[in-house]
C-alpha cells in the first residue's frame, strides 16, 4: 500500500506526461488530486485545459494568470543578469518552473493539501527546480514525482501514448510526433524524436514562435527599445507594458527568425542533452541591454557583471532560485544598472539582431578622447611610461630566460 495522502496538487500543463498522470495518481494514492496550471504566456496551449483536467479525474483545476509577476520579478531579474546558460540558453524553461512550483505550494496551503506532484522525469533538471522550491517554501508537503516511483510502468513517452489512448485521455501527441516541448512568454524548447541525434538538422516545422529562417522577408526591419536602469519601458518610442512589451517582440522577432538556438547542453543530472530553443522577443531585449551596458558602465564593473552572470546563469539553471546567494546577486544587478538608462535601435533580418544605433544620457562615450585625432585630452607620450610598466613582467621574464 501506498504511503497515505489526503490530497495531491499536481502541477498540470496537460500535455504528455501530466495527461497521464493526473488519473495514474488518483488510482495509486486513491485521493482528491487538484489540478494547477499556471499560464505564462503559453499561447493557446491551456485551451480547454479545466475540462481536461476534469474529465481525467481531477477534483478541481485551478488555471492562474501569472504572466505579469512572471515577466516583472523573474524575466526582468533574469535580463539584468544578462545570464545565458554555456552561452545560448537564456533559461526560458529554468526561470519558469520556481514560480510555478511557489504558486504550487501556495494553493497546496489554501486548499489544504499534505502532498504536491509533478511531472518531471528522473532524467531532466526540471525534477531539480520543482523540489527545490518546494523544500525551500514549505518542507512539509509530501513530493510525489511519478517518474522516480518504482510502479511507474510509463517509462517512455511512446509508453504514455499508449497509457493515454488506453484511458481515453485527448494528447495532442502520437508516436510520430512526440517532441517535448516547454512554452512560455519567453521562449519555447523542443526535445526529443529526431532532436536526440545531434547529426540531425532541426526541420523547418520544428518551429513555433518563430519562422525557419527561409521563410523570413528579405527585408530587413528595425526596433527601438527604451530601458530605464535595465528594464525595458518603451517600444518605438511608447511607453509599453511589461507582457506586452515581450508579446510584441515576439511578433516581431519571431517573424524574422531571430532566437533560435540549436544547443547541446549539461544537464545537472550530469548527462548531455540536445534542445532547440526559440527566444525571439527576449534575444532582441538582451542585445539591447547588453549594447546599452557598454556606453553607461565602467570596465572593471562591467567585466565583473560578466563573470558573476555565469553564476547566476548556473543557480536559475540548477533550480536555486529561493536562495540567498540569488537574492544577493539580484541587489548587486540592480546596483548595476543603476545607470543603465538610454534608447536602442536594433535591425532584425534573416534570423539576426543587429545593433543599428544607441545612446543614453548616462553614456561614458567621449568622441574626442576616441577619435584617432590626437587633442588636448589625451597625451599620447603618457602612454609609453604605461606600456613599459604594465609590460614590466613579460620584460623581466625574458630577460631572466635569456641568461
Known amino acids: 500500500m501506498s504511503e497515505k495522502v489526503k490530497k495531491i496538487v499536481l502541477a498540470y500543463s496537460g500535455g504528455l506526461d501530466t495527461s497521464v498522470i493526473l488519473p495514474w495518481l488518483r ?26 483536467a476534469l474529465a481525467s479525474g481531477a477534483s478541481k483545476c485551478v488555471v ?74 514549505n518542507p512539509k508537503l509530501k513530493i510525489i514525482a511519478p517518474w522516480k516511483d518504482p510502479s511507474f ?25 512526440i517532441y517535448s516541448r516547454d512554452r512560455n ?18 526541420q523547418d516545422n520544428l518551429f513555433v514562435m518563430s519562422k525557419p529562417i527561409s521563410k523570413t522577408p528579405a527585408q530587413a526591419q528595425y526596433v527601438e527599445v527604451g530601458l530605464e536602469k535595465g528594464v525595458p519601458v518603451r517600444l518605438n518610442g511608447k511607453k509599453t507594458a511589461a507582457v506586452k512589451m515581450l508579446q510584441t517582440l515576439n511578433e516581431l522577432g519571431g517573424k524574422h527568425g531571430v532566437g533560435q538556438v540549436d544547443l547541446v547542453e549539461n544537464r545537472l543530472v550530469g548527462m548531455k542533452s540536445r534542445g532547440i530553443y ?15 551596458e557598454t556606453i553607461c558602465l565602467d570596465r572593471e564593473t562591467l567585466h565583473y557583471k560578466q563573470q558573476v552572470a555565469l553564476r547566476y546563469a548556473e543557480l536559475v539553471y540548477n533550480g536555486q532560485w529561493f536562495t540567498p546567494l540569488r537574492k544577493a546577486l539580484d ?27 544607441v545612446k543614453s544620457p548616462n553614456s561614458l562615450y567621449a568622441a574626442d578622447l576616441a577619435s584617432f585625432t590626437m587633442g588636448a585630452e589625451y597625451d599620447s607620450t603618457d602612454a609609453t611610461g604605461f606600456i613599459r610598466l604594465f609590460g614590466l613582467p613579460l620584460k623581466v621574464q625574458a630577460l631572466k630566460k635569456k641568461k
Open 27 to 52: 488510482e495509486k494514492y486513491g485521493c482528491e488530486v487538484i489540478a494547477f496550471a499556471a499560464e505564462l504566456g503559453q499561447g493557446d496551449e491551456l485551451s480547454g485545459i479545466k475540462k481536461k
Open 331 to 357: 541587489a548587486f544587478f540592480d546596483s548595476v544598472q543603476q545607470p543603465v538608462t538610454g534608447t536602442v535601435r536594433l535591425k532584425l533580418h534573416k534570423g539576426h539582431c543587429r545593433l543599428a544605433g
Open 64 to 137: 492562474a494568470d501569472l504572466r505579469k509577476e512572471f515577466v516583472e520579478n523573474y524575466l526582468w531579474p533574469l535580463l539584468k543578469s544578462g545570464a545565458v546558460y554555456e552561452n545560448g540558453y537564456l533559461l526560458g524553461t529554468s526561470v519558469a518552473r520556481p514560480l510555478i512550483a511557489k504558486e504550487q505550494v501556495r494553493i497546496a496551503n489554501e486548499e489544504g493539501a499534505d502532498a504536491v506532484a509533478h511531472g518531471a522525469t528522473g532524467k531532466g533538471n526540471d525534477q531539480v527546480r520543482f523540489e527545490l522550491t518546494f523544500m525551500a517554501l
Open 278 to 292: 526559440e527566444t525571439p522577443g527576449g534575444t532582441i531585449l538582451l542585445t539591447a541591454l547588453r549594447a546599452l
Open 185 to 202: 512568454i519567453w521562449h519555447i524548447s523542443h526535445e526529443g524524436a529526431d532532436l536526440e541525434d545531434p547529426w540531425n538538422e532541426p
Open 153 to 177: 510502468e510509463l517509462t517512455s513517452r511512446e509508453a504514455a501514448v499508449d497509457y493515454a489512448k488506453k484511458h481515453r485521455i485527448p494528447i495532442e501527441q502520437s508516436k510520430k510526433k
